[in-house]
């Protein structure tokens, strides 16, 4: 059984930082594409950050320069650590693996971020 669990998300103050974590079990995670999603109260699922298993990094625009995605091979995990935060960042976030050539993707449970002005 695959299991994505997140954990790291918290409140924290505009400026401030964060690192989310996603620990995975049932998978070897370095061979899966590793996301972070978003959502926001009334609004759709947005992708923020991949690294894939070249470890080669995206993300979207808003959020360059101010969060990083990386990955802990030994631990099977995956990280956002996020800086700068501000209220437009305030969402529950999801970390997925995804594999094209199988077709799979999971999800955790996702783990909420809170930042106050």
């Known amino acids: 059984q695959v299991q994505l669990v997140e954990s790291g998300g918290g409140l924290v103050q505009s400026g401030g930082s964060l690192r989310l974590s996603c620990a995975a079990s049932?998978?070897?995670?370095?061979?899966?594409?590793a996301g972070w999603y978003r959502q926001a109260p009334g609004k759709q699922r947005e992708p923020v950050a991949f690294i894939n298993r070249a470890d080669s990094t995206s993300y979207v625009d808003s959020v360059k320069g101010r969060f990083t995605i990386s990955r802990d091979n030994a631990k099977n995990t995956v990280f956002l650590q996020m800086n700068s935060l501000k209220p437009e960042d305030t969402a529950t976030y999801y970390c997925?693996?995804?594999?094209?050539?199988?077709?799979?993707?999971?999800w955790g449970q996702g783990a909420q971020v809170t930042v106050s002005s």
């Open positions: 049932g998978i070897i995670f370095s061979t899966y594409t």
């Open positions: 997925s693996a995804a594999r094209l050539i199988t077709r799979e993707t999971y």
